[in-house]
């Protein structure tokens, strides 16, 4: 009854049809986002030409000079910009040190201070400052009041302060660091089995801790609270008392911890594991991978005079910078990215074959989705170009519209689009690719549904928002032909040897022969209908309303794209393979397909019945999305009008996203920070997504819960569609604003 009650409700429209308007304001106020700037991160690395040097300290100066101790002598960074990396060379500003057995460097009021066989010593201060010791051996020394210092090697410890030394005695078993307590006059002294005391003014030395496999530690808070680092985590310690303060801190990105630092008011720690920050909310930044530092294991931490952070690891210093940028000032820089280096015939395109890396090794292929990939970011620069009349917007605009036009000529079906096309004589010889007429080119058959969704949706956004006239029409010229060609051929894609592609399917035999909880008997049916209305209601052609009404009401499409998300599971053992396969696990390329097809389904819906109802459709699927906090899906559902489309989650991807879009391998799996969860259908391995800029670089059909990925470096993702997209998107909808110069 319930099905037949809504039929009429269809047919009712259908013969009385109030029309859809795109631009109507929604019903409902909806937040907007004010683009303040914030803090965004990158990182400049820089490499050590010698694989067998040892690295051992970092330190930096008031004047943001950057040392670094080694088993070669000094080094300093050379070179080196944001994605283009620099290395470490010996350093020379000073002839007479390289004569000099310097075992550790240290800064003292803001300036570099070094340790040799004989004495400590400095070129600041105009080179006064040369304190002499008896330890040959010396490696470790740290300042103290009034140009005071400790030194030792490993065994003894001598104080040196204005008489000389003014005091020596047995240093602990052990002793690998040492920090000084200007409140209480006193140096604290680490060893891996405990911690001790020298008090200046007693001349003694006392134990206040005692513990294992103690790696690091630093005085924080005020000098209040004192952190030590081990393998296994860290504790904090009264600094006055030496008692435990709170719980032992275990489950951290890496517990095997060795070096810890408090800059910029927050702790730092660097691990085996690469380096992270401790966040107010008491979760955690992680850096690791090449996206940040050379490597992950790191050897020493400093804070440099601009407020980066100098992460030394046993293969190069990598430094963590601080930008205040807007969301705009990222777009700005995102739309270079993609103009520079990932624009292929037109094509919005992947940077491939990089070595470990380097853009300047990368080629632009081809891919399977070259113009689904253009489509979103075409829908990108459509927005661009509507929100702020950017002339390069519309320049970029037809250079991909003439990409997208040229995969309909260059194959012999009417109205089939080609997934590629590329020069002849590389290696297009094989499967799916076929020769042009024209000898020069060759084209990429066996196109999909993915494909034909994007075009749909970029040529909808197209012919409604383009302020060019040609441009509109072109999009109306491709949607219809797509469209036509998809009626002709009894709801497929047709290829070039007369059958149906393998996912280009919307036929009822094929839709409905999947079981009801099957995802792809809701995705075609969403697709399809959303697809038929944008041709409908911009070419007027009744074909397609009627085709669409009879797929509804005829053949259970309105109902299979209703059924709500909870539904979709597994097929049970009695279905068919290819059934059973394709519902294995959640296919976050459909995902993708909905939400590009929301645009069409709800914007251009046939009547205000359909558009009520299907905007109850995308809320739901909105609904099940949203621990993925994607901003493409948030934005997406923005469209409707909803006032609740988690805006706040969309401008955290958004802020979060890395600059750098390269493919370089991360590890997830194995940090003791985050809560795991038990196997289900949609692959959410942890109860809480990870920033995207801790995770591997996906586009937005990827599972953004995938804790591990990467291929080494040997790619750079476009970020057209993966950032462009959301953005602009957002900015069209007014979601997000234009630029607010007032800062956070």
């Known amino acids: 009854m319930r099905r037949l009650a809504f039929y009429s409700l269809l047919l009712a429209g259908w013969l009385s ?43 930096t100066d008031r004047n943001g000079v950057v040392q670094i101790l080694s088993s070669q002598g000094l080094l300093h960074p050379y070179a080196g910009e944001f994605l283009y990396p620099g290395t470490l060379v010996a350093d020379r500003s000073f002839r007479p040190l390289r004569d000099k057995k310097i075992r550790a460097i240290g800064t003292y009021r803001q300036q570099l201070v070094y340790l040799d066989d004989k004495a400590v010593f400095s070129n600041a201060w105009a080179g006064k400052l040369y304190k002499k010791h008896t330890l040959p051996d010396a490696i470790l020394f740290t300042g103290g009041k009034d140009f005071s210092f400790l030194v030792s090697d490993g065994t003894k410890l001598q ?53 294992t496999g103690l790696t690091c530690l630093a005085l924080t808070n005020g000098a209040n609270d004192l952190v030590i680092g081990t393998h296994a985590g860290y504790l904090t310690l009264d600094a006055g008392s030496g008692r435990q303060r709170g719980t032992w801190q275990g489950k951290l990105p890496c517990a ?35 996206r940040w530092l050379p490597s992950d294991r790191v050897i020493d931490l400093a804070l440099k005079a601009d407020s980066s952070i100098l992460v030394l690891t046993d293969k190069g210093l990598g430094e963590i910078c601080f930008k205040s940028m ?17 624009i292929r015939h037109g094509f919005n395109a992947q940077l491939e074959n990089l070595d470990e890396g380097n853009l300047g090794t990368g080629t632009l292929d081809d891919s399977d989705n070259d113009g689904l990939w253009t489509c ?174 009879e797929l509804m009401t005829r053949h259970g499409y309105y109902e299979n794209l209703m059924r709500p998300m909870r539904e979709i599971t597994k097929a049970p053992a009695s279905a068919d393979d290819w059934s059973k396969m394709l519902s294995e696990a959640w296919n976050h390329s459909d995902d993708e397909m909905y939400f590009l097809g929301y645009w069409g389904l709800y914007r251009y819906a046939f009547n205000d019945t359909l558009r009520t109802n299907f905007r109850e459709a995308i809320v739901d699927h909105w609904q099940a999305e949203r621990p993925e906090k994607d901003g493409a899906w948030n934005i997406m559902t923005a469209v409707t009008g909803t006032q609740q489309f988690d805006l706040d989650e969309a401008v955290w991807y958004l802020q979060e996203y890395p600059l750098d879009l390269v493919s370089w391998d991360v590890k997830n799996s194995d940090r003791g920070d985050i809560v795991k969860i038990d196997t289900n259908f949609r692959k959410q391995y942890t109860a809480e997504v990870l920033p995207p800029d801790e995770l591997g670089i996906s586009r937005h059909n990827a599972n953004r819960f995938e804790l591990d990925g990467g291929n080494g470096g040997a790619s750079e993702y476009s970020a057209g569609d993966i950032w462009l997209l959301p953005y602009w998107m957002g900015r069209y909808l007014g979601v997000i604003s234009a630029p607010n110069m007032i800062k956070r």
């Not at 000032?329 to 990215?337: E, I, L, R, S, V």
Request: aromatic share 12%.
């Open 17 to 59: 049809i109030v029309a859809c308007q795109p631009d109507q304001p929604p019903a409902i106020h909806q937040p907007v986002f004010q683009d303040v700037s914030f803090q965004q991160d990158y990182s400049k690395k820089y490499t050590a030409t010698d694989s067998t040097v040892v690295l051992n300290q970092v330190r």
């Open 159 to 211: 104080y040196l302060d204005d008489r000389g030394i003014g005091w020596e005695g047995s240093a602990p078993a052990g002793l690998i660091d040492m920090v000084y307590d200007g409140h209480r006059n006193a140096f604290i002294l680490l060893s891996p089995s405990g911690i001790s005391v020298f008090a200046v003014a007693e001349h003694t030395v006392k134990n206040v801790y005692t513990g």
């Open 256 to 290: 095997d911890l060795t070096a810890v630092k408090e800059m910029n008011g927050r702790l730092w720690f660097g691990s085996v594991r690469g380096a992270f920050m401790v966040r107010p909310d008491g979760k955690f930044n992680y850096y690791a991978s090449k």
């Open 326 to 342: 807007t969301l705009a000032d990222k777009a700005a820089y995102f739309g270079k990215q993609v103009r520079s280096r990932h």
């Open 376 to 549: 979103m970011y075409l829908a990108a620069e459509v927005f661009r170009h509507t929100v702020t009349g950017a002339d390069d917007a519309l320049e970029n605009c037809r250079e991909s519209m003439d990409a997208l036009e040229r995969l309909y000529t260059i194959n012999p079906m009417h109205g089939f689009p080609s997934r590629s096309f590329e020069r002849r004589g590389y290696k297009y010889d094989s499967e799916p690719w076929r020769r042009a007429e024209d000898p020069e080119w060759d084209w990429k058959s066996t196109t999909s549904s993915d494909e034909a969704i994007g075009h749909m949706f970029v040529y909808g956004v197209m012919a409604e928002l383009m302020r060019d006239e040609d441009l509109k029409k072109r999009a109306v010229v491709l949607m219809d032909s797509l469209m036509q060609h998809v009626l002709d051929n009894n709801m497929y894609l047709v290829d070039w040897d007369g059958k149906p592609t393998t996912w280009g399917k919307w036929n009822p035999e094929y839709v409905n022969a999947r079981p009801v909880m099957v995802g792809d008997r809701k995705i075609n049916s969403s697709n399809i209908i959303s697809m038929l209305q944008t041709a409908y209601h911009f070419t007027h052609k009744e074909v397609y309303k009627e085709k669409a009404f």
